[in-house]
């Protein structure tokens, strides 16, 4: 397949998250760029959606916006480790589409 065609297959929030992964890691910028792992392609989006969730409640007023924000922190901070330990594997067995 294609580059072209294997972008276009992922969606929107995928190719977000994944660029903010790689902004955020800049170490695996390449690792990340060139992996079509779909497990890999979960936590970008998963990571884009969290990222908007955390930028929802700093901007928010409500009275459990510190319980949130902190929240969805530690989610980010768990899927950029989980982003992480997966490219190390890629480096160990030298693929970026396991």
Known sequence: M???VEALAM???QRRGRARLMLRLPHWRVAFD????PAFLDICEAYELTC????FWRSSDAPTRSERIAEYHELATSLELDAEAMAT???KIGEHDC
């Open 2 to 4: 294609s580059k072209l």
């Open 89 to 91: 594997a890629w480096t």
């Open 52 to 55: 908007n969730g955390l930028e």
């Open 11 to 13: 969606t929107l929030t």
């Open 34 to 37: 060139q992996s079509r792992d």
